[in-house]
Nanobody
Framework: QVQLVESGGELVQAGASLSLSCVAS?????????MAWFRQAPGKERDFVAA????????AYADSVKVRFTISRDNAKNTLYLQMNNLKPEDTAVYYC??????????????????WGQGTQVTVSS
């Protein structure tokens, strides 16, 4: 059974940096997965943040985070990361880790992902 467990969310001030982690278990043939970060602010839809193919490392980012956030993974630890720099109040949201079997292109819609973590809260104060 696939399990995704996020951690690292906290309350920070604008301009700060934060790193989120997502430990994945139960992913067989782990090479053949896409993994992603999404976020959901109160009263809003779940939005794409970044995605990566586990092998090859092809990445995609939302325009709003492209310069400030970096997605990466540690194959040996089965862990996905999101390094967030220069955080802004509009980055405040619950951040979710997601996974699906790899496709030919990087999936960026939440409906394309089959497995989800429970989320971790990131709050950025102004």
């Amino acid at each position: 059974q696939v399990q995704l467990v996020e951690s690292g969310g906290e309350l920070v001030q604008a301009g700060a940096s934060l790193s989120l982690s997502c430990v994945a278990s139960g992913l067989t043939f782990v090479d053949y997965w896409h993994m992603a970060w999404f976020r959901q602010a109160p009263g809003k839809e779940r939005d794409f943040v970044a995605a990566i193919r586990w092998i090859g490392g092809s990445k995609a980012y939302a325009d709003s985070v492209k310069v400030r956030f970096t997605i990466s993974r540690d194959n040996a630890k089965n862990t996905l990361y999101l390094q967030m720099n220069n955080l802004k109040p509009e980055d405040t949201a619950v951040y979710y880790c997601a996974a699906r079997i790899a496709t030919s292109t990087v999936p960026i819609r939440s409906s394309e992902y089959h497995y989800w973590g429970q989320g971790t809260q990131v709050t950025v104060s102004s």
